[in-house]
């Protein structure tokens, strides 16, 4: 069973979802809510999957003090996952320990795999809103058989990094984290495989490929995130082509 990290911080406006919130019609709330919804959404995938999901939350101190509130973090996520799942007894939650998010991803991960034993562990975040129960399935039965699996994402991020042995993970998340966590595998004589690709949503440029995928999803009457397509339905947000350009419109 893989061990699936989720990195996440609470989904409060203007900690999160900033970049979309400053170029798109959204307001820093809604892209708050987006966050959430995609949180939500990844919570939904591993929980459906055969593997073990992780909440990796963040201490009150590693915030900022303006995003600081009587709620703490962990409480914060454990009630959204509360109500997302109907409880929360099969969902682990630990504190993220690390400077970047390179170093709290390496820790978790070399923590799980040295110290607990696990076979595997995957790391992935709310921004992959098409993450789903295959695809967390497939990248597992990859890592029966290879030491590092990567999810590609547009513009050389990684939606998912699975890994059964460790790495160098300084800066190993930095952009372009695909090629770069591709190297680093390789240079610790690791076998490295990948999944199918997947859109990542962190930006409003983001929203250009995630929401048309959505529609036509939509249109086709096959599986969407269930959180996230709610939100995109509900603020009527669509793609117009004006002037040979594209840009997010909404109701």
Known sequence: MTVVVLLANPPREGLVGTAIAESTPLSA?????????????????????????????????DLPAEHRTETSPEAELRTLVADTLGGTDEVRFERQVGSSFGARAGNTVTHLLREEGADSVAVVTPTAPL?????????????RTTEVVLGPSTDGRAYYA?????I???????????????????????????????????????????????????????VVPDYTAAFVHEKGLDVVVED??????RD
């Open 29 to 61: 709330a809604e892209a708050a809510d987006l966050y959430e919804a995609q949180f939500r959404d990844a919570v939904l995938a591993v929980d459906r999957s055969g593997g073990e999901l992780l909440v990796n939350y963040p201490n009150d101190e």
């Open 131 to 143: 993450l789903s129960r295959t695809s967390v399935d497939s990248a597992a039965m990859k890592l």
């Open 162 to 166: 699975g890994f059964t042995e460790p």
């Open 168 to 222: 160098d993970f300084d800066g190993a998340f930095e952009a372009p984290a695909l090629p770069t966590l591709a190297e680093r595998g390789r240079d610790a004589d690791r076998s490295v495989d990948f999944v199918g690709p997947s859109p990542s949503l962190e930006t409003g440029a983001d929203l250009l490929d995630v929401v048309p995928m959505l529609r036509a999803r939509f249109a086709a009457e096959r």
């Open 244 to 249: 040979g350009e594209q840009r997010l419109v």
